[in-house]
Nanobody, 120 residues
């Protein structure tokens, strides 16, 4: 019954900015962590950034200093602020969350993905 809904993807020029959002809904007891992955055409899915409970954040080296991940716990939402975007950032971005439900142990859920295209 847990669902992740992503929004904010689109087309942006190199050097531009974009903000992705991912809201979790359903019978949620606790969200241990939320984060973002991306997958470019012909490539494997790679980890981008994570926000762990307690305010801890981590970033892949390729986006460090340009992307910022944050959580709004009251809204069960994670954001990815992407600045100084490069063509190589073009990918489908997926929201991921480790969530415990009322009658289930914690495991990972995934959003359906949102397309980010960086091109002039």
């Amino acid at each position: 019954q847990v669902q992740l809904v992503e929004s904010g993807g689109g087309l942006v020029q190199p050097g531009g900015s974009l903000r992705l959002s991912c809201a979790a809904s359903g019978s949620i007891v606790n969200i241990n962590a939320m984060g973002w992955y991306r997958q470019a055409p012909g490539k494997e899915r790679e980890w981008v950034a994570s926000a762990i409970s307690g305010g801890i954040t981590n970033y892949a080296d390729s986006v460090k200093g340009r992307f910022t991940v944050s959580r709004d716990n009251a809204k069960n939402t994670v954001y990815l602020q992407m600045n100084s975007l490069k063509p190589e950032d073009t990918a489908v971005y997926y929201c991921n969350a480790n969530i415990r439900g009322r009658i289930t142990l914690a495991y990972d859920y995934w959003g359906q993905g949102t397309q980010v295209t960086v091109s002039s």
